[in-house]
């Protein structure tokens, strides 16, 4: 069992301090939302670029640059992750 406890939302003014595997995203865009935890940027390989838009694509069903809609809200945020076992 894994429960992580999330950071307050920051909103995220520039891409460039999107950090993958330290931040998690949420996007909110066109009435639909997505969220990735911090981890899965790791899991994947992904880079900035590829976690917003797979966020966009995977999880709210959305073309990959829908995160740079001018009514989109892109929010940053860390997690601290609690395992059993403490593993």
């Given at each position: 069992m894994e429960i992580s406890l999330l950071s307050r939302l920051q909103p995220?003014?520039?891409?460039?301090?999107?950090?993958?595997?330290?931040?998690?995203?949420?996007i909110e865009a066109c009435g639909r939302s997505?969220?990735?935890?911090?981890?899965?940027?790791?899991?994947?390989?992904w880079s900035a670029q590829d976690l917003l838009e797979a966020c966009c694509t995977m999880k709210m069903g959305l073309p990959a640059d829908a995160w740079?809609?001018?009514d989109a809200s892109v929010q940053i945020f860390t997690a601290e992750v609690f395992r059993e076992g403490g593993t």
């Amino acid at each position: 069992m894994e429960i992580s406890l999330l950071s307050r939302l920051q909103p995220m003014s520039d891409p460039g301090g999107l950090i993958p595997g330290v931040h998690g995203i949420r996007i909110e865009a066109c009435g639909r939302s997505g969220c990735f935890l911090p981890k899965v940027a790791n899991e994947y390989h992904w880079s900035a670029q590829d976690l917003l838009e797979a966020c966009c694509t995977m999880k709210m069903g959305l073309p990959a640059d829908a995160w740079r809609r001018p009514d989109a809200s892109v929010q940053i945020f860390t997690a601290e992750v609690f395992r059993e076992g403490g593993t």
